[in-house]
């Protein structure tokens, strides 16, 4: 079996997991997931988060230490990134053509840990990748020429 179609089953058998996982959570459940994929963002009081959620603060405590919760987190987290992965590297692609290799740095490093991001070239196909770059060239001439 290829890599490509090894990491499709197994990110298909993850987010079948994750779907039948987030059925089975009660809506309190749900917004205190909504809650920790935005933790680092607001960084509330644990009191204010448990009585927005509706929860008692034993229960948000419980919740904290339930390691299903956080393993729904984490697949809802990456499934984002790989939705917004193309658009991302586009961009970033478009920044290294006009000479901002930092974007692309910053980025790498950021998400040097997560092994579906390692290989990136797997994710776009070469015809993507000369389509971006005629796109990023076309606009850098343009904005070349508005200057």
Do not use: C
């Not at 079996?1 to 059925?23: A, D, G, Y």
């Amino acid at each position: 079996m290829s890599l490509l179609k090894t990491r499709t089953v197994r990110f298909l058998t993850s987010f079948n997991k994750l779907i039948m996982l987030s059925k089975k959570l009660s809506p309190k459940k749900r917004k205190f997931i909504e809650f920790l994929k935005t933790i680092n963002l607001n960084k509330p009081k644990p009191a204010e988060i448990a009585k927005d959620i509706g929860i008692s603060l034993s229960t948000y405590y419980r919740w904290l230490k339930d390691k299903e919760l956080f393993k729904i987190v984490e697949q809802e987290n990456a499934l984002e990134i790989d939705e917004r992965l193309p658009e991302v590297l586009e961009t970033l692609v478009k920044k290294a053509i006009q000479g901002d290799v930092r974007a692309i740095k910053i980025f790498l490093d950021r998400y040097d840990d997560n092994k579906d991001i390692k290989n990136i070239a797997d994710r776009l196909t070469p015809d993507k990748i000369i389509t971006i770059i005629r796109m990023a060239k076309k606009e850098s001439k343009e904005k070349h020429y508005e200057d």
